[in-house]
């Protein structure tokens, strides 16, 4: 069983920045992600809003991010860590909501879902 987690969120003030953090596990053991997955995702959630993608990051190293975050959000990928990241600069208001990682299985193209970390950018 494969499992996704996100942690990092958290209440900051317009203008601050968060970094959130997506780990996965198999079986209990650390899962290999760019030996598993063929790409990686970023989505959030506001209250009464659909999700929506956030960022992007496949295995060849290329990324993308919505353009509502261009040049304040950066997706990564520790390959040793196993570890992926959504670094937020300056964040608003507006990027409230709940985050959540995603990843595209390399062996049967299956999606799966972290339970989300919320963020909460408020004055």
């Known amino acids: 069983q494969v499992q996704l987690v996100e942690s990092g969120g958290g209440v900051v003030q317009p203008g601050e920045s968060l970094r959130l953090s997506c780990r996965g596990s198999?079986?209990?053991?650390?899962?290999?992600?760019i030996g598993w997955y063929r790409q990686m995702n970023w989505y959030r959630q506001a209250p009464g809003k659909q999700r929506e993608h956030v960022a992007t990051i496949i295995n060849g190293g290329d990324t993308n991010v919505a353009d509502s975050v261009k040049g304040r959000f950066t997706i990564s990928r520790d390959n040793y860590q196993n570890i992926l990241y959504l670094q937020m600069n300056s964040l608003q208001p507006e990027d409230t909501g709940v985050y959540y990682c995603?990843?595209?299985?390399?062996?049967?193209?299956?999606?799966?879902w972290g339970q989300g970390t919320q963020v909460t950018v408020s004055s």
């Open positions: 198999r079986s209990g053991a650390r899962l290999n992600l």
């Open positions: 995603n990843g595209e299985a390399i062996v049967g193209s299956n999606i799966d």
